[in-house]
């Protein structure tokens, strides 16, 4: 059979700092070829076309015989992590205001706006007041103009949905943008929570559209005609039209990704398997061959959400993370992200000269400035914005260049003004990164070595509390900011294992901990490290685990292909979707089902269990074929939960679960 009469199939990960492809030979299950690309945030096109074109190149597969095409993305999970995504506005119905305080809603909402009206339900399905659709008219009035999208939150809404759906057509009808109902998400109560994961899906929607639009538009000028599916935090696929509602899902995508491909790259049934990207680690325990998933949903940025995702730790460690000198340092002790900068390195490729001419001046002053070595340009995303008084300055000393961030910023409310601008992605702010030390030390030599020694002597000569440099020169400073990232990484890792172990992984953060990691004590013998293997992930993975491995007391794999495993996941996993239909019993001897809008009626219990897993198992089916796949298995379990009462046995209310898995339809 020749190559080009194999079925391909295209795997793409779009990462903070690159974006990866590989094609996928699905007969014999293997990797054909392989290409990077660097991540183009203002325009995500030029990146996914580098790498899919040089991978294509590279493998001599005819775009036709492409039969799948699937994608995993950091975008949500960096967006999350650093503060940033689409202004959004809350819509709670049937909700006192203290209920904005309980489940991190309150931190989640930040600025955005609020819409509290009268309605919702009861435990039971049943409405306990009016819908008040003219006040939400009203508000909507007031704040359309300023959000890209739309939460929904309505009490009790997975037990009766007719509330926010009501809500949901309403602002379709009045604004035209996006709408995310809380049911949709999640089948869980707790309101507060799943309002949370609503109003971040609001947030993403943009996001992911621009993304999953890019995606398709590069594939039809590429001749490739095959469907797209797109990884969610849980390692599953589902269809790209599937996820555009549910862009929160997507929420640790990359990460899953990464464990799925890892798993394909080196089988081992008890390992620790850690992700480092540009701009953050992603950490997750494999135990007899299973990882974990989060029990209580996964948390990002702060935000715990009702998504179902692989139990990982993320941290915002990366090659690609901003160093900064710690507020009041003895020395150079340095804190390590967790917002992502480019690397000077590598905009000097773009920026050389204006780069270097600024660096060397800087240099031959004779006393430090407060943001020597930092640029600042902005991005697509600039015009039009709505700013204030310092952010106007700040943006009009920039205008269309790159500049040194002294040369726009003068005073300390333009300083916050920078970085506001910066956190709303607007401005792009360039400051020396790992990867600029990695270059530096030689470890690297991806991009411009020269700017990056530049930027270390400038960084070397900052002073700490005593008025002292923090360093003798450049490459001292360089080996620093390494060791500070193998330490942060240390820690991290090591709190994943104690979680995984039932234990607090708190404790890493210990000075107990601490002693045994920096080898401190003299009386005493402290050792702490992993019992099993470490599996280095990410394109920065070989310049850094080995140290980490070597501190911990392990042994280190990064696979060959370790740089794409996102890529690789992505390709290789298998669409898996779930249903969890209710039943409760608002009296001794009546069982409500709650299935759509209007719960059913049931006066016998094994009826109600019936038509809880009919129901479950229809919904499933429905949502597998748009999820993308018509060859998978259903497997439904009934639970239940029943008191005691007097002697009695009473049925407080059961769960039929069902969920479909299978491998994604082929073109």
């Known amino acids: 059979m020749g190559t080009n009469d194999r079925c391909y199939a295209l795997g793409i990960d779009t990462g903070g700092t690159y974006t990866d492809a590989v094609v996928y030979d699905e007969a014999e299950r293997e990797i054909v070829a392989k290409a990077k690309a660097p991540t183009t945030h203002d325009d995500l096109a030029i990146g996914i076309r580098g790498s899919i074109e040089t991978a294509l190149g590279a493998s001599a597969v005819d775009p036709a015989a492409i039969q799948m095409v699937a994608l995993s993305t950091t975008l949500a999970t960096n967006a999350l992590v650093e503060g940033t995504g689409r202004p959004a506005a809350l819509v709670t119905v049937g909700f006192e205001a203290g209920a904005l305080d309980r489940g991190g809603l309150r931190d989640a909402i930040g600025s955005d706006a609020i819409i509290q009206v009268a309605g919702g339900h009861n435990s039971h399905g049943e409405p306990v007041a009016e819908l008040d659709l003219d006040a939400l008219s009203s508000a909507l009035d007031e704040i359309a103009d300023d959000v890209d999208a739309f939460a929904i939150i309505a009490q009790f809404a997975t037990r009766n949905a007719d509330h926010e759906l009501a809500v949901r057509d309403l602002i379709r009808e009045r604004t035209g943008k996006p709408v995310t109902c809380s049911h949709v998400l999640s089948a869980s109560l ?75 790259l080196a089988v081992a049934d008890d390992v620790v398997i850690s992700d480092i990207g540009g701009t953050t680690t992603d950490i997750a325990v494999v135990r007899d061959g299973v990882p ?46 967790p917002r992502r900068v480019v690397p000077l390195s590598l905009m000097a490729e773009t920026h050389g000269d204006v780069l270097r001419i600024a660096l060397e001046r800087q240099l031959n002053e004779a006393i430090p400035g407060a943001f020597d070595g930092m640029f600042i340009q902005q991005t697509a995303r600039a015009t039009d914005a709505t700013l204030d008084r310092n952010e106007g300055h700040v943006m009009d000393r920039v205008g269309d260049h790159v500049v040194p961030v002294g040369a726009a910023v003068g005073t300390a409310l333009q300083d916050r003004a920078m970085r506001r601008l910066v956190g709303r992605g607007l401005l792009r702010l360039c400051a020396f990164t790992p990867t600029d030390a990695s270059h530096v030390l030689g470890d690297q030599t991806t991009h411009d070595p020269t700017v990056a020694r530049l930027g270390a002597e400038l960084f070397a000569r900052r002073r700490d509390r005593y008025g002292n440099n923090i360093a ?54 402290v050792d702490i490290g992993l019992s ?14 080995p140290a980490i491995g070597e501190l911990l007391g392990t042994q280190v794999t990064v696979p060959a292909d370790a740089d794409v495993a996102n890529a690789i996941g992505a390709v290789v996993a298998n669409v898996r979707v779930r249903y969890e239909v209710l039943v409760t019993a608002p009296r001794r001897g009546v069982y409500r089902v709650h299935v759509g809008t209007e719960p059913e009626t049931k006066w016998e219990r094994p009826e109600a269990q019936a038509r809880a897993c009919e129901a479950a198992e229809a919904a499933v089916r429905e949502k597998a074929l748009a999820a993308g796949t018509t060859d998978f298995e259903i497997e439904t379990e009934w639970t239940e939960n029943v008191i005691d009462v007097d002697g009695r046995p009473m049925f407080v209310e059961g769960r039929a679960v069902a969920i479909a898995s299978g491998r994604p339809d082929l073109g």
């Open 190 to 264: 707790g309101g507060p929570k799943r309002g949370v994961t609503a109003l971040l899906n609001a947030r993403l929607i943009p996001m992911i559209d621009d993304l999953v639009a890019t995606s398709d538009r590069i594939l039809t000028e590429l001749r490739i005609d095959a469907p797209m599916m797109i990884v969610r935090g849980n390692g599953s696929l589902v269809s790209a039209d599937f996820v555009k509602e549910r862009p929160v899902e997507t929420i640790l995508s990359g990460p899953a990704a990464s464990l799925v491909g890892a798993a394909h």
């Open 292 to 337: 974990a998933f989060g029990e209580d949903g996964a948390v990002v940025g702060g935000h715990r959400t009702m998504i179902e995702a692989v139990m990982m730790r993320t941290h915002g460690l990366g090659g690609d993370s901003e160093i900064q000198l710690k507020d009041r340092a003895a020395g150079c002790d340095l804190e390590v992200g």
């Open 472 to 525: 003798e020169d450049g490459e001292k400073f360089s080996r620093v900011v390494t060791a500070t990232l193998v330490r942060r990484s240390a820690e991290a890792l090591l709190a994943a294992a104690l979680d995984r172990d039932g234990l607090d992984g708190a404790l890493a953060a210990g000075p107990l901990v601490a002693a045994a990691l920096d080898r401190t004590t003299m009386s005493s013998r």
């Open 532 to 545: 099993v293997p470490l599996v280095g992930l990410g394109a920065p993975a070989a310049t850094y685990y």
